[in-house]
């Protein structure tokens, strides 16, 4: 592989190492000199590059250009820096080892469903405290009062009901809201009313004070006796009327029970019956005695709606209260008529006085009726 070959131009360094020995002999070669001999006085790096190619007399370099050494000694100079600069050492990345959460496996025969439930028993027993202490903290919440009272606790946390301050009733929204007792005084709202008789309970004045009707206090004309026996006529075809349009309204509103829309049935079905509409007085009175059955139901549907607190078979003056208030004002003998349904005077007005009231006969009179 090594040795001397002769060109052309001269000697030429074949070698097996690499051209770049060449090149360096050349740079360091004087420019202006041609070629030398070697000697023994040589610069070492010759000295080194003799030894390396085992020449002996002359090298002969490949004659080069200025520019093409300033080149060559630019790209042995960035090679040499290249060489020189320290490596950087690749990161080590270190690969963050999870370790699996280990699952303990239930024992044999149990249901896993059913292991560890402790907290959610504490959730739930904690819920539980909460509700109890939400219902020792409002007693009142299931305690009900009477109206014109409110519930209240005492010392030991126990319900009570006492009278409403009628300060804390809500304002009325208008003159519709008004009430008027039978004092002959009107208050802005029932809730005024219930609160005032409520604070004058245990006196002459509070037992005597009821809602007389609905609206402002107003002058009502006294009812004749021949005006009394008039009322009991609209009255009674009013109430058919009532039944007659709950039953056609009555789809899925429950407004009638099974039990009274079958009897209601047979008088909306009734091509007989009168329709609704400004009758004489007259025709009230015939219409009675033609269908009188009719009558019967409705006289005892409406006793049953009003006896409600208590339910026992007697109507007070408080239970008559949603009936004859709002009639009051346009049916001048409706005080009247219902103090003349009282006809023992004990301040209660029983099944059998109240059907006669209305020309029930005492044979047709049936509890088994109010459903």
């Known amino acids: 592989m090594g ?3 002769q060109g052309r131009r001269g000697l030429r360094v074949r070698t097996g190492t690499s051209h770049w020995k060449c090149l360096l002999c050349a ?25 390396e190619t085992k020449v002996h007399s002359y090298v002969c370099l490949c ?7 300033v080149w060559i000694v630019f790209l042995l100079c960035l090679a040499g ?11 080590i990345v270190e690969e963050l080892v999870t370790e699996e959460p280990v699952v303990e496996e239930p024992e044999v025969g149990v249901n896993p469903v059913q292991i560890e439930i402790g907290e959610f028993d504490e959730a739930i027993d904690a819920a539980e405290e909460e509700e109890e202490e939400v219902t020792t903290e409002n007693p009142c919440l299931n305690y009900n009062c009477k109206k014109g009272k409110v519930c209240e606790v005492d010392e030991s946390n126990t319900p009570m009901c006492v009278c409403q301050d009628p300060s804390t009733c809500p304002t009325a929204e208008g003159e519709f809201e008004h009430v008027c007792g039978s004092d002959n005084k009107t208050f802005d709202t029932a809730c005024h009313f219930f609160a005032t008789k409520c604070s004058l309970e245990g006196t002459k004045k509070g037992h005597k004070l009821h809602l007389d009707y609905i609206g402002s206090c107003k002058y009502i004309e006294p009812c004749m006796d021949t005006e009394l026996g008039e009322f009991p006529l609209r009255m009674r075809d009013w109430l058919k009327n009532v039944l007659v349009t709950l039953y056609e309204r009555d789809e899925d509103n429950n407004l009638l029970n099974e039990k009274q829309k079958l009897r209601v049935k047979k008088i909306f079905e ?3 019956r009168l329709q609704a509409g400004a009758h004489s007085l007259d025709l009230l009175a015939h219409d009675f005695e033609k269908n009188y059955n009719m009558y019967i139901f409705p006289v005892h549907w409406q006793f049953g709606q009003l006896d409600q607190h208590p339910v026992d078979g007697y109507l007070t003056h408080t239970e008559l209260s949603p009936l004859r208030a709002p009639l009051i004002p346009m049916e001048h003998c409706t005080t009247r008529f219902f103090e003349q349904c009282d006809a023992d005077n004990d301040k209660y007005i029983g099944l059998e006085e109240w059907a006669a009231c209305f020309g029930i006969k005492e044979q047709d009179v049936d509890n088994d009726l109010i459903v």
């Open 27 to 51: 740079l360091l070669r004087p420019l202006d000199r041609p070629r030398v001999p070697l000697t023994a006085d040589s610069s070492p790096l010759l000295s080194l590059l003799r030894k």
């Open 63 to 69: 004659p080069q250009t200025l520019k093409m050494r």
């Open 270 to 272: 009734n091509e007989k």
């Open 81 to 91: 820096h290249a060489m020189a600069a320290p490596t950087e050492e690749e990161p």
């Open 3 to 5: 040795g001397l070959r």
